[in-house]
């Protein structure tokens, strides 16, 4: 009755030949590509350098007065704009200013990158729904694949640093807003679409002037997942070297340090809230927008 308690398995060595197999794989690939891999990304890396080397050496009042303004812009609201504001300065008295603006600098071009990503693959979902349900699939996986699986191959092929950190927090955060693209899409009322065909629209302009407008409130929705998923793929980055508060975290963790590891995680809040208010408030005034022209 042994058989009815201890799962079958494939053979031991069996596995463990495939496991050498492919681990065997992805090192000779990068002691042969390695090299060719790392110049491919080069040019990546220099924009990480370009955004970081512009927020991290911008005067702080001007770093204040911008997020403010985008604040304002988004929300509409001196609340949203106060918070924003309130929040930047208490990190920054906490001496957390120069690892906040690392952080917020690779969130921001993560952000963009999955965005630039994301909604043509969205789009491309919506029109082609066989080659949709593979992505579907796809996306399925990469959402409840652990985080820390990200890191594994990035390592092997890149080494540390901020590119591979990089390339792990984007693709962990690109799927909400490939999913809500395609969603956003799909929820266009069919009658507005009909509309379209009857005045002549071709696909094209159907797409552009009518379904995105349309469907912007709900890939702002994705967008704001997107941030946030950025946000804290960011925090387990540090472990592959990105700096940022989520390496003063991680030290706060291997030294003990309760105090540190509270104001580290007090700052990575305060980015966190900051960043889902605004994209959250322009969600709802483009949502207002488009109740108003129904």
């Known amino acids: 009755m ?5 799962f079958p398995q494939l053979d031991a060595d069996f596995l463990l030949t495939i496991k050498r197999a ?5 090192r000779s690939l990068t002691r042969l590509y390695g090299d060719t891999i790392e110049n491919f990304f080069y040019p990546l890396q220099q924009v990480l350098i370009f955004f970081e080397d512009i927020i991290t050496g911008s005067p702080w ?10 604040a304002w812009f988004a929300a509409r609201r001196w609340s949203v704009v106060a918070a ?11 001496g957390l200013w120069q690892d906040a603006m690392k952080t917020i600098s690779l969130v921001f071009t993560a952000t963009v990158f999955s965005i630039a990503l994301g909604m043509p ?10 080659v949709g349900a593979v992505i579907q699939t796809v996306l399925d996986v990469m959402q409840t694949m652990p985080p820390f699986v990200y890191l594994i191959p990035v390592v092997m092929l890149l080494g540390i640093g901020r590119v591979p950190g990089f390339i792990a927090v984007v693709i962990y955060a690109v799927p909400p807003i490939i999913r809500l693209t395609d969603l956003g899409i799909r929820l266009v009322d069919k009658e507005v679409l009909e509309a379209a065909d009857a005045y002549g629209c071709s696909r094209g302009q159907k797409l552009w002037k009518v379904q995105m407008p349309l469907a912007m409130p709900t890939i702002m929705a994705g967008v704001n997942q997107t941030i ?6 960011v925090v ?4 592959i070297g990105v700096q940022g508060l989520g390496l003063n975290v991680l030290q706060a963790i291997a030294n003990q340090y309760f105090t540190q590891g509270i104001f580290n995680g007090f700052a990575i809040v305060g980015i966190a809230i900051i960043f889902d208010r605004t994209s959250q408030a322009y969600g709802r005034r483009l949502q207002m927008r488009q109740a108003t022209r129904a």
Do not use: H, Y
């Not at 009042?61 to 985008?70: E, M, Q, S, T």
């Not at 387990?236 to 472990?239: D, K, P, Q, R």
């Open 22 to 26: 492919t681990d065997g794989s992805l």
């Open 121 to 130: 693959l969205g789009i491309f979902m919506n029109r082609f729904q066989r």
């Open 84 to 94: 924003v504001v309130g929040t930047l300065i208490a990190i920054g008295l906490l």
């Open 228 to 233: 946030m998923m950025a946000l804290g793929m």
């Open 236 to 239: 387990i980055a540090s472990m």
């Open 61 to 70: 009042p001007l770093v204040i007065v911008v997020l403010a303004g985008v």
């Open 2 to 6: 042994e058989w009815l308690f201890k």
